[in-house]
């Protein structure tokens, strides 16, 4: 602190202890019996009082400064690594299976025919236009060309005793194939039935029985069906010709077979297509051929009289492919191979 600010203070706390102590001394004396001499003046030594000076108001204490340790720079945190999910593989795209294998061709074609679109010739009766039945159909005869030429009619007898077979033109008769009663009709006048019927005099007297029971005589180059057997070209058996269907325009659409024992010893029909017959001379005798080998009969539907009817015809070869065009690898190839088939 500044002592000359201190001094005047001094001084005046001096002067107060020293009247204080004068009044005291004086006082004592008053009150004794005796005077006391007055004791010697001496002066007073002073002891400084260390008295905090004060403050002045316009001066404000200042404010403790906190000590702020110095903080430990803060280690960086390290990067949060999140686990980051796998991806997932790209799908794997499997190569697109090869193309199946192309279906074997067919080794026949059928025809589906309705049952009340034809009617079998075999057996059926035969009535003349009054609705009178004569007789029944037992075989027809055909040309080289397929053509129907002759239908053959068992003529009624009176117990049997008098039938005969007899040819009728074909162009003759009409075909109903669903009438309730005889299917085919004979459109002959009756007087040029009757002398188609009757057999020769000199015939009948000569040999009876042969002159009742013997067929007619086929023309030239006509060929019966009934039991005809139909063979392939070279020379293996189909089938036994045992009904032909005629249709009501008495066109044949199909002809039955019996294919019994030629693949399987069961016994079995099939329908043919009409169409699929081919009728060639061999050995100066027209017969009925048919391309139709063991598997294709074996592929074939059977036939079967209360069943819709399905004709098969041998399927026609597939279309050869088309040639490529020879470059030089290929001719090269050639080369080679004939060299080697020598």
């Excluded at 002073?46 to 905090?52: D, K, M």
């Excluded at 949060?80 to 991806?87: A, C, D, F, L, Q």
């Excluded at 009535?127 to 002759?150: H, I």
Aim: glycine share 6%; aromatic share 4%; hydrophobic share 40%.
């Amino acid at each position: 602190m500044n002592g000359g600010f201190l001094r005047p203070a001094f001084r005046l706390l001096f002067l107060a202890v020293l009247a204080a102590l004068i009044a005291i001394t004086s006082g004592c004396s008053l009150f004794g019996p005796t005077e006391q001499p007055p004791a010697p003046i001496s002066e007073a030594t002073v002891t400084l009082l260390n008295v905090p000076a004060p403050v002045a108001a316009s001066e404000p204490e200042p404010e403790p400064v906190e000590t702020v340790e110095p903080k430990e720079p803060k280690k960086p945190r390290p990067p949060v690594v999140r686990p980051r999910k796998p991806e997932p593989p790209p799908p794997v795209v499997a190569p697109p299976p090869p193309p199946p294998p192309p279906a074997p061709a067919p080794i026949i074609t059928t025809r589906v025919i309705e049952r009340s679109a034809t009617h079998g010739l075999l057996d059926s009766e035969v009535q003349k236009n009054d609705g009178k039945v004569l007789g029944r159909a037992v075989d027809m005869t055909a040309d080289a060309s397929g053509t129907p030429r002759l239908m053959i009619v068992n003529l009624q007898g009176f117990l049997g005793v008098g039938d005969r077979k007899v040819g009728f033109p074909w162009t003759a008769f009409r075909f109903t194939p669903n009438a309730k009663g005889a299917p085919i009709t004979i459109t002959v006048p009756p007087n040029q039935l009757a002398a188609t019927s009757q057999p020769k005099p000199s015939a009948a007297l000569a040999t009876p029985l042969a002159a009742v029971t013997a067929p007619p005589a086929v023309p030239p180059g006509q060929l019966e069906l009934m039991d005809a057997d139909v063979e392939r070209p070279n020379g293996g058996k189909v089938g036994r010709v045992i009904d032909v269907l005629i249709d009501a325009n008495a066109q044949p659409q199909a002809v039955v077979l019996d294919v019994s024992g030629i693949i399987s010893p069961d016994r079995r029909m099939i329908a043919a297509n009409w169409s699929a017959l081919r009728f060639v001379t061999k050995d100066k005798t027209l017969r009925p051929l048919m391309d139709l080998n063991d598997a294709q009969i074996k592929a074939s539907p059977s036939y079967e009289t209360d069943k819709p009817i399905h004709a098969v015809s041998p399927a026609p070869p597939p279309a050869p492919a088309p040639a490529a065009a020879a470059g030089p690898s290929s001719s090269a190839a050639a080369a080679s191979t004939a060299r080697n088939s020598r």
